[in-house]
C-alpha cells in the first residue's frame, strides 16, 4: 500500500503472495515522480528502497529520499518504557512482600537470621532498577526532543542537534527491552525528514534576518510549554522586528508553516487508511484485486468530511480534475464516457 500525504491519495494497493524487497521495487518503479519515501522498518520494504535507490543510480536518475516513519520508533519507546517501569514496579512489590514477611516473624517472636539479607537483596535490586526506569525515563523524553522541527530551547533543529541528543541518552536505554528503539535512534534514516527543513526554507528565498525571526515566532508556537512573560515579550520584539522590516511578513510566515507541514517525518496515514482496508476485508470471506480496487477508488472519489482537507477529494487534492459526480454515477460510465468528460474537463476553462 502506498499512500501520498498530502493529499491522502491511496495510490496504490495490490494483493501479492510476498512482501519481499524484489516486489516494492517492482512497485517503486511504477512510480518514476517519487522523491522521497517515509516508511516503517519492516525488512521487504527497507530491501525494496535499498533496491529501487541503486537502479537510480544506475540509471543517472534523482535519488530516493529514505526517512524511517517516527510514529513506529516513538511506539517502540513506549513500550521499551512501560517493561522498564513493569520490571521496577514489580521488583518492589516483590521486596515490600518479603519485608512484611521478614516483620511478621519478628512480631510472632521467630528468629529473622537468614531472612534479612534476602530481604535486603530484593530492596536493593528494586532500588538499582527504580533508578534505571526512572533514568531511562528522562533518557526517552530526551530522545523524542530529537525528533522534534525545534530544540527544547527553541532552536531550529537539525540532524547534527538530533544524533548528539540520541548518543548522550542511549546509555541510559539499556537492556533487552530497548534493544529495538535503540537500533531504530541509531539508523541514519531516522533523521532524514530533518535533512529537507534547511533547503526547503532557503528556497523561499526570505531574508535571513526575517527568516530567523520567523523561525523564533514559529518555534514558540509549536512548544507552547515555553510560554512566559519573557517569552512572550521576546515574540513581541519579533513582531516588531518583522512589522518593520517586512510589511508582509504574515504571508512569509505562513509559507514557511507550509514548509515545516511539508516536510513529513510518519507513515500513519497509512495506517490509517490501512485500518480502514482492513476493516472492510473482515466484512468479506475473500478479498480480490477486484474488490481491492474498487475500495481504492471509492477512498479517492470520496469528500472529507472535517479537517483542512473538508470538502476535498484525494484525487482533488493531488490535481486530477474529475466530474462532479457520485461515486455511483462515476461506476456508471464506460471507459469512452470517462475519457469524454475528462477531456471535456481539461478543455473547460
Known sequence: MVVEPESLCWMTGRMVK??????????????????????DDGTGLGRGVKLERARRR????????????????????????????????RALECADVAQKGLDRRGRQGRSRQGHGTATSQLWHQAE?????????????????????????????????????VVAAVLPHLSGAAWAKTRRLLLRRESFTFLDQ????????????????????????????????????AWALVRTVQLTKACPDWREDARRVRAVLRGVWRASSLVECVNSVARMQQ??????????????RLYWNLRRFRVGRR???????????????LSFWEFL??????????LSTQQVAP
Not at 128 to 148: G, I, V
Not at 283 to 294: A, I, N, P, S
Not at 333 to 340: D, F, H, K, M, V
Open 197 to 232: 527543513v534547511r533547503p526547503r526554507l532557503a528556497d523561499l528565498g526570505l531574508d535571513p534576518d526575517v527568516l530567523s525571526a520567523l523561525l523564533d515566532l514559529e518555534g514558540l508556537h509549536r512548544q507552547p510549554w515555553r510560554r512566559s512573560a519573557a517569552t512572550r
Open 18 to 39: 510476498a512482501r519481499d524487497g524484489v516486489t516494492w521495487a517492482e512497485e517503486f518503479a511504477r512510480l518514476p515522480a517519487l522523491k522521497a519515501v517515509i516508511r
Open 282 to 295: 473482515a466484512r468479506h470471506r475473500k478479498m480480490t484485486q477486484g474488490l481491492l480496487d474498487l475500495k
Open 332 to 341: 456508471k460510465l464506460t471507459p469512452e464516457e470517462l475519457r469524454e468528460k
Open 58 to 89: 544506475a540509471a543517472g536518475q534523482p535519488d530516493l529520499d529514505d526517512t524511517l516513519d517516527v510514529f513506529h520508533t516513538l511506539r517502540e519507546g513506549g513500550r521499551a518504557l512501560r517493561k522498564t517501569w513493569g520490571a521496577a514496579t
Open 128 to 164: 538499582q532498577l527504580w533508578d534505571q526506569a526512572t533514568a531511562a525515563e528522562t533518557a526517552w523524553k530526551q530522545a523524542r526532543s530529537a525528533f522534534e522541527f525545534f530544540t527544547p530551547e527553541g532552536r531550529l533543529n537539525d540532524r547534527g542537534q538530533a544524533e548528539a
Open 310 to 324: 473538508k470538502d476535498q477529494t484525494p484525487y482533488g487534492l493531488l490535481g486530477l480534475d474529475l466530474p462532479e
